[in-house]
Protein backbone atom coordinates (compact mmCIF):
# COMPACT_ATOMS: atom_id res chain seq x y z
CA UNK A 1 0.00 0.00 0.00
CA UNK A 2 1.19 4.19 -0.38
CA UNK A 3 3.34 4.79 2.54
CA UNK A 4 4.27 8.10 3.64
CA UNK A 5 7.54 8.82 6.17
CA UNK A 6 8.17 11.49 8.20
CA UNK A 7 11.96 12.62 9.71
CA UNK A 8 12.72 12.68 11.80
CA UNK A 9 10.21 11.35 14.24
CA UNK A 10 10.85 13.10 17.35
CA UNK A 11 13.28 16.41 17.76
CA UNK A 12 14.52 18.50 20.69
CA UNK A 13 15.98 22.04 19.77
CA UNK A 14 16.45 24.98 21.70
CA UNK A 15 14.34 27.81 21.32
CA UNK A 16 15.64 30.40 18.40
CA UNK A 17 16.84 27.62 16.05
CA UNK A 18 15.14 26.34 12.91
CA UNK A 19 14.25 22.57 12.49
CA UNK A 20 13.20 21.38 9.11
CA UNK A 21 10.71 18.10 8.75
CA UNK A 22 10.67 15.76 5.74
CA UNK A 23 7.56 14.27 4.90
CA UNK A 24 8.11 11.36 2.03
CA UNK A 25 5.89 9.23 -0.61
CA UNK A 26 7.62 6.15 -0.66
CA UNK A 27 5.85 4.60 -3.50
CA UNK A 28 3.97 6.86 -5.15
CA UNK A 29 3.87 10.63 -6.54
CA UNK A 30 2.16 12.84 -4.65
CA UNK A 31 1.20 16.65 -6.27
CA UNK A 32 -0.83 17.87 -2.94
CA UNK A 33 0.35 17.00 0.24
CA UNK A 34 -1.03 18.96 3.81
CA UNK A 35 0.71 19.85 6.65
CA UNK A 36 -1.24 19.41 10.11
CA UNK A 37 -0.60 20.19 13.97
CA UNK A 38 -1.71 18.56 16.30
CA UNK A 39 -1.38 19.90 20.03
CA UNK A 40 -1.56 17.09 23.17
CA UNK A 41 -5.10 15.93 23.09
CA UNK A 42 -6.37 17.81 20.79
CA UNK A 43 -7.48 17.25 17.02
CA UNK A 44 -5.50 17.85 14.09
CA UNK A 45 -5.02 21.36 12.60
CA UNK A 46 -4.40 22.36 9.02
CA UNK A 47 -1.39 24.27 8.53
CA UNK A 48 -1.30 24.68 4.84
CA UNK A 49 -1.95 23.00 1.71
CA UNK A 50 1.44 22.21 -0.42
CA UNK A 51 1.64 21.50 -3.90
CA UNK A 52 4.53 20.57 -5.67
CA UNK A 53 6.44 23.37 -8.21
CA UNK A 54 4.48 26.10 -6.35
CA UNK A 55 4.01 28.23 -3.37
CA UNK A 56 1.80 26.56 -0.48
CA UNK A 57 -1.48 27.97 0.38
CA UNK A 58 -1.76 28.98 4.94
CA UNK A 59 -4.49 28.42 6.63
CA UNK A 60 -5.87 31.69 8.31
CA UNK A 61 -3.55 32.51 11.65
CA UNK A 62 -0.52 30.43 10.22
CA UNK A 63 2.52 32.28 9.96
CA UNK A 64 4.23 31.47 6.50
CA UNK A 65 7.56 33.55 7.39
CA UNK A 66 7.37 31.32 10.60
CA UNK A 67 6.57 27.75 8.78
CA UNK A 68 8.21 27.52 5.69
CA UNK A 69 7.14 24.94 3.40
CA UNK A 70 8.62 23.76 0.45
CA UNK A 71 7.59 20.73 -1.94
CA UNK A 72 10.63 20.81 -4.45
CA UNK A 73 9.48 17.45 -6.16
CA UNK A 74 6.74 14.73 -6.22
CA UNK A 75 7.83 12.45 -3.53
CA UNK A 76 9.08 15.80 -0.75
CA UNK A 77 7.55 17.98 1.22
CA UNK A 78 9.51 20.22 3.97
CA UNK A 79 8.20 22.12 6.53
CA UNK A 80 10.86 23.93 8.35
CA UNK A 81 9.99 25.85 11.57
CA UNK A 82 12.23 28.95 12.01
CA UNK A 83 12.92 30.48 15.38
CA UNK A 84 11.44 27.94 17.24
CA UNK A 85 10.28 28.95 20.81
CA UNK A 86 8.32 26.69 23.18
CA UNK A 87 4.83 27.20 22.01
CA UNK A 88 5.96 25.51 18.55
CA UNK A 89 6.17 22.09 20.36
CA UNK A 90 3.79 20.49 18.69
CA UNK A 91 2.61 16.91 17.08
CA UNK A 92 3.30 17.89 13.09
CA UNK A 93 1.59 15.35 10.72
CA UNK A 94 2.09 14.91 7.00
CA UNK A 95 -0.33 13.80 4.15
CA UNK A 96 -0.41 13.11 0.39
CA UNK A 97 -2.46 12.64 -2.28
CA UNK A 98 -1.64 9.91 -4.19
CA UNK A 99 -1.60 11.25 -7.98
CA UNK A 100 -3.62 8.27 -8.92
CA UNK A 101 -6.17 7.09 -6.60
CA UNK A 102 -6.58 10.46 -5.24
CA UNK A 103 -6.82 9.14 -1.50
CA UNK A 104 -4.87 10.60 1.50
CA UNK A 105 -2.20 9.01 3.15
CA UNK A 106 -0.61 10.32 6.57
CA UNK A 107 2.59 10.10 7.67
CA UNK A 108 3.78 9.53 11.41
CA UNK A 109 3.78 12.61 12.50
CA UNK A 110 6.78 14.53 14.38
CA UNK A 111 7.12 15.30 18.27
CA UNK A 112 8.75 18.69 18.11
CA UNK A 113 9.96 20.09 21.66
CA UNK A 114 11.39 23.46 21.89
CA UNK A 115 13.34 23.74 24.72
CA UNK B 1 -17.89 25.22 5.50
CA UNK B 2 -17.49 21.77 6.46
CA UNK B 3 -16.75 20.72 9.58
CA UNK B 4 -17.09 18.24 11.98
CA UNK B 5 -18.62 17.40 15.41
CA UNK B 6 -17.33 15.02 17.95
CA UNK B 7 -19.79 15.62 21.13
CA UNK B 8 -18.33 12.81 22.88
CA UNK B 9 -14.62 13.98 24.60
CA UNK B 10 -14.61 10.71 26.65
CA UNK B 11 -16.31 7.17 26.40
CA UNK B 12 -15.49 4.17 29.03
CA UNK B 13 -16.85 0.61 28.05
CA UNK B 14 -16.05 -2.43 29.21
CA UNK B 15 -14.47 -4.69 27.31
CA UNK B 16 -16.58 -7.13 25.34
CA UNK B 17 -19.43 -4.70 25.43
CA UNK B 18 -20.52 -2.93 22.54
CA UNK B 19 -19.03 0.70 21.12
CA UNK B 20 -20.64 3.98 19.18
CA UNK B 21 -19.41 6.99 18.78
CA UNK B 22 -20.62 9.67 17.16
CA UNK B 23 -19.63 11.79 14.43
CA UNK B 24 -22.03 14.75 12.88
CA UNK B 25 -20.70 16.67 10.02
CA UNK B 26 -21.26 19.70 7.79
CA UNK B 27 -20.44 19.80 4.00
CA UNK B 28 -22.07 21.87 1.27
CA UNK B 29 -21.59 18.94 -1.06
CA UNK B 30 -21.51 15.24 -1.31
CA UNK B 31 -19.02 14.48 1.91
CA UNK B 32 -16.09 12.11 1.82
CA UNK B 33 -16.19 10.62 5.14
CA UNK B 34 -13.67 9.18 7.31
CA UNK B 35 -12.60 7.31 10.60
CA UNK B 36 -8.92 7.09 11.89
CA UNK B 37 -7.58 6.20 14.83
CA UNK B 38 -4.63 6.84 17.01
CA UNK B 39 -2.53 5.35 19.70
CA UNK B 40 -0.58 8.13 22.25
CA UNK B 41 2.37 9.86 19.90
CA UNK B 42 1.10 7.86 17.23
CA UNK B 43 0.35 9.02 13.49
CA UNK B 44 -3.12 8.15 12.37
CA UNK B 45 -4.62 4.88 10.90
CA UNK B 46 -7.37 4.35 8.75
CA UNK B 47 -10.24 2.52 9.97
CA UNK B 48 -12.84 3.06 7.55
CA UNK B 49 -13.95 5.56 4.78
CA UNK B 50 -17.45 5.99 3.11
CA UNK B 51 -17.11 8.00 -0.33
CA UNK B 52 -20.45 6.56 -2.08
CA UNK B 53 -22.68 3.28 -2.55
CA UNK B 54 -23.50 0.93 0.39
CA UNK B 55 -24.29 3.51 3.64
CA UNK B 56 -23.20 0.97 5.77
CA UNK B 57 -18.89 1.04 5.53
CA UNK B 58 -17.20 -2.31 7.01
CA UNK B 59 -13.32 -1.04 7.99
CA UNK B 60 -10.56 -2.75 9.86
CA UNK B 61 -10.53 -4.02 13.11
CA UNK B 62 -13.69 -5.37 13.43
CA UNK B 63 -15.71 -2.00 12.92
CA UNK B 64 -18.25 -0.20 11.09
CA UNK B 65 -19.77 3.08 9.97
CA UNK B 66 -23.22 4.40 8.60
CA UNK B 67 -23.51 6.94 6.72
CA UNK B 68 -26.85 8.86 7.72
CA UNK B 69 -27.72 11.77 5.32
CA UNK B 70 -31.25 13.16 7.09
CA UNK B 71 -29.13 13.28 9.76
CA UNK B 72 -25.60 14.41 8.65
CA UNK B 73 -24.25 11.32 10.92
CA UNK B 74 -21.95 8.59 10.30
CA UNK B 75 -21.25 7.02 13.77
CA UNK B 76 -18.54 4.15 13.76
CA UNK B 77 -19.89 1.03 16.11
CA UNK B 78 -18.18 -2.16 17.24
CA UNK B 79 -20.16 -5.00 18.71
CA UNK B 80 -17.65 -5.87 20.86
CA UNK B 81 -14.35 -3.52 22.13
CA UNK B 82 -11.00 -5.35 22.46
CA UNK B 83 -8.81 -3.56 25.20
CA UNK B 84 -6.25 -2.60 22.45
CA UNK B 85 -9.07 -0.53 20.66
CA UNK B 86 -8.57 1.78 23.69
CA UNK B 87 -6.95 4.65 21.93
CA UNK B 88 -8.44 8.39 20.19
CA UNK B 89 -10.88 8.01 17.66
CA UNK B 90 -10.96 11.33 15.01
CA UNK B 91 -13.91 11.45 12.14
CA UNK B 92 -13.07 13.81 9.45
CA UNK B 93 -14.51 14.89 6.27
CA UNK B 94 -13.67 16.03 3.11
CA UNK B 95 -13.29 15.93 -0.77
CA UNK B 96 -11.55 13.12 -1.89
CA UNK B 97 -8.36 15.28 -3.10
CA UNK B 98 -8.45 17.56 -0.88
CA UNK B 99 -7.46 18.53 2.94
CA UNK B 100 -9.67 17.26 5.66
CA UNK B 101 -11.00 18.32 8.27
CA UNK B 102 -10.97 16.28 11.71
CA UNK B 103 -13.53 16.16 15.01
CA UNK B 104 -12.08 17.25 17.98
CA UNK B 105 -11.30 13.39 18.76
CA UNK B 106 -13.01 10.91 21.29
CA UNK B 107 -10.85 9.14 23.40
CA UNK B 108 -12.14 5.49 24.28
CA UNK B 109 -11.02 3.60 27.62
CA UNK B 110 -11.50 0.10 27.92
CA UNK B 111 -12.15 -1.18 31.65
CA UNK B 112 -11.18 -5.20 32.37
Known amino acids: ?115 | AQSVTQPDIHITVSEGASLELRCNYSYGATPYLFWYVQSPGQGLQLLLKYFSGDTLVQGIKGFEAEFKRSQSSFNLRKPSVHWSDAAEYFCAVGARNNDMRFGAGTRLTVKP
Open chain 1, 1 to 115: GAVVSQHPSRVICKSGTSVKIECRSLDFQATTMFWYRQFPKQSLMLMATSNEGSKATYEQGVEKDKFLINHASLTLSTLTVTSAHPEDSSFYICSAIHESSYEQYFGPGTRLTVT
